[in-house]
Structures are given as structure tokens and as C-alpha cells.
């Protein structure tokens, strides 16, 4: 027989971690080829050219796709979409595979969505039936819309994916493939590695060694004119804490140019002693440095997903994980810098929380290609109601 042909579609950094154990599983399943596709802001530099980590790990690309319209707004996020949707039915096209996979709820997977269920390509949406609040929201559900089966990561997401008139046995709860390698952390947890001499970044020297923070915090789609604002709360209370803390980049969105603008003011005119900023690492060397750290702070759906796992404290600033699942380890705050501030203080003094199993146990990438390989695959489906 031959192989089932899985065509995996990875847009941006955080989705590389969000898969890779399926990845890896796939490609070396005895049934299933896998056919990777990199596009989006995971081609690019100045979101940290993940796509050097995943061929660096050894996965072949089957194909780039340069989509990504610089603004860093609502016009260009509907205009790279677009293009995406054509530069993927080519793709598609060319490779002819058997199911194609797109990934959660980022602006840009419904390219992906369109791309496939257009041609009658068997879609497979990984991480549905969450709730996040601003375009992921509207995003993550219209993928759900467009596919033909349904891997997700929890029960009360199962639950949800149904009542959105899915067949109760195309909607299977995998777990979430990035608690694998927050498995794998949490088994080997040393921080065999200095971040700086590693990845280089650009800001402060620290002394980090006695304890840090890692900070990500992103712009809010529906919030995107507030993102500088936002992001100078964030990095005062964290200035004025004069506590290690390691930041990283925002992802591509509506207001990233809000971020980034608002970081690099304030490091070159503040210069903070206590922060030092990098671009992207490797998925196992940021989450030995997470499991590692004193807190997570930001709006990083890592905070609610691999941290619950690893028992790691997070303060989550504003509106972006609205409604999400979240387990004891975090304390929701606002944008004011003396919640920020006393949030983190307490994270600090806060032993690590027990582990929680809410988005998965460990074992998910090996589910995820064992379904793709026996679970009969359609394009066809009707609303159950």
C-alpha cells in the first residue's frame, strides 16, 4: 500500500513547537509521508527564522511560501491571508497530498483552510474548539468550519468542536503535541546551556544565574492601536522590579510594529540593566529556560499550555487568552504597571505549582500519526443539526 501523504503547513514560530512531535512522528511512521511546508513568518528573520530550527532538527521542506505583507495591521493580516490562499493552492496542487494539516488559531491559517478545502483535500485542524477572544477566536472556528477531522487538545474543547454541528467521532482530544516536549523537559529540566553566549539577543548583561523571569507578550489583534502603550506598561513594571529577565519577540500580528517600536524605545533611551532580548530558540532549549525561570510573564498561550505542565507561576497581562483553559499557576492582571509590578513580585516568591495534565500527558505527536494513518480520511460533511 502506499503511503498516506500529510501535508503539514507551519506559519510561525510558535506553531513549529506546537507540532513537532507529531512531525517527527509522522515522518517516521511506517504508513504516512510527510510533506512540511514552511510559510509566513516562520521564513523570516526578524521573527526568528524558525525555519533554521526545523531544518536544523532534520525535517525536508517541500516547499516555502513567502506571503507575509509588511504593516503589521488589520489591512495587511487580510492581505497576506489572500495571498496565501494562492500561494498554497499551488502548493497543493503540485503536491497532491492525501490530508493536509493546518495549525490552531494564528490569522494566517485559513490560507491554509481555504487552500485545502477548495480542492477537496481532506482537512485535518489541530488545537480546535479553544477559546481565546480577538481574531484567533474567529479564526480558530472557522478552521474548525472548514475541516473534516478534528485533533484536539482537551475535553471541554472536544465538547465544543460538537456543538459547532461536528461528528462526534471525527472530534478526537490528542492532547496538545507541545506538552511532549514539555515532557521531555520536565524529565530532563537542567539548563545545560547559557542563553546569551548561545543565542546572542541584544540588551544587558545579567547575572541570571540565581534566578529570572522569561517575558513574552504579544499585541492583541482587536487591541492593535494599544499595543506600544500595552507593551511600555509591561516593560516599566519590569524595569523597575530590577529582577533578570529574559525577553523575547513579538509574533507577527496587527500591532507588532506597536511592540517592537515600544521595545526598542524604551531599550535605547531607558537601557535597562535587568533585561536582555532575543529574537527565538530552539522549542527544548526555551522550555528547559521556562521550566527553569522564577515566572512567565506576558500574554503567551505558553503560559497556559506548556507552564501548566512544568508547574511554572505566570502573571497573563490583558484580554489576549480571554476564556482560554487555564490551570492554578496563573494570575491574571490588567495593563497597569503596579499590577504587573506586584503580580510578578508574588510569581517570584511562589514555589512551582504541581503539574497539570489539562492539555495533555505527554504522549500526543504518536496519537496524532497514528489516527492520521488509520482514520478513514473525507472531504465531504454534513452539519449534524
Request: charged share 25%; proline share 4%.
Amino acid at each position: 500500500m502506499p503511503k498516506r501523504k500529510i501535508c503539514v503547513v507551519v506559519t510561525a514560530r510558535p506553531s513549529y513547537s506546537r507540532i513537532k512531535t507529531a512531525l517527527t512522528a509522522i515522518k517516521n511512521h511506517p504508513k504516512l509521508e510527510l510533506q512540511l511546508v514552511i510559510a509566513g513568518s516562520a521564513l523570516l528573520d526578524r521573527y526568528g527564522n524558525a525555519v533554521d530550527f526545523i531544518e536544523r532538527d532534520g525535517f525536508a521542506i517541500a516547499a516555502k511560501v513567502f506571503m507575509v505583507l509588511e504593516g503589521e495591521n488589520p489591512t495587511t493580516m487580510a492581505k497576506t491571508t489572500g495571498i496565501g490562499v494562492m500561494e498554497l493552492t499551488n502548493v497543493f496542487y503540485n503536491l497532491q497530498p492525501d490530508a493536509v494539516i493546518t495549525i490552531a488559531d494564528r490569522f494566517e491559517t485559513i490560507a491554509t483552510s481555504i487552500a485545502a478545502a477548495y480542492q477537496n483535500i481532506p482537512l485535518v485542524h489541530v488545537q480546535g474548539g479553544e477559546v481565546t477572544g480577538s481574531i484567533d477566536e474567529k479564526v480558530r472556528h472557522a478552521n474548525t468550519k472548514l475541516a473534516d477531522l478534528h485533533l484536539v487538545c482537551t475535553a471541554d474543547a472536544r465538547e465544543r468542536v460538537i456543538k459547532l454541528g461536528e461528528e462526534p467521532d471525527k472530534v478526537i482530544n490528542t492532547g496538545c503535541p507541545s506538552i511532549d516536549l514539555a515532557k521531555e523537559a520536565e524529565e530532563n529540566p537542567e539548563l545545560d546551556f547559557d542563553p546569551i553566549k548561545k543565542y546572542g539577543g541584544v540588551g544587558a548583561e545579567l547575572n541570571w544565574k540565581d534566578g529570572y523571569l522569561v517575558v513574552m507578550q504579544h499585541p492583541v489583534t482587536t487591541e492593535y492601536r494599544e499595543a506600544k502603550k500595552h507593551i511600555q506598561k509591561t516593560l516599566r513594571a519590569i524595569k523597575a522590579l530590577d529582577y533578570p529577565a529574559f525577553w523575547f519577540w513579538p509574533n507577527v500580528d496587527a500591532g507588532s510594529d506597536g511592540t517592537s517600536n515600544g521595545i526598542r524605545a524604551f531599550r535605547e533611551l531607558e537601557q535597562p540593566k535587568n533585561i536582555h532580548f532575543f529574537k527565538n530558540m530552539e522549542p527544548m532549549d526555551f522550555l528547559k529556560l521556562l521550566k527553569n525561570s522564577k515566572a512567565l510573564i506576558g500574554n503567551s498561550s505558553a503560559g497556559l499550555r506548556e507552564c501548566a505542565y512544568l508547574g511554572v507561576p505566570v502573571v497573563n497581562i490583558g484580554n489576549r487568552q480571554h476564556r482560554r483553559n487555564r490551570a492554578g499557576n496563573v494570575t491574571d492582571v490588567d495593563y497597569k504597571e503596579e499590577e504587573i509590578l506586584k503580580a510578578t513580585k508574588s510569581a517570584i516568591e511562589q514555589k512551582h505549582f504541581k503539574s497539570s495534565t489539562l492539555y495533555g500527558n505527554g504522549n500526543s505527536g504518536r496519537k496524532i500519526a497514528d489516527i492520521l494513518a488509520e482514520t478513514e480520511l473525507t472531504f465531504s460533511k454534513t452539519i449534524t443539526y
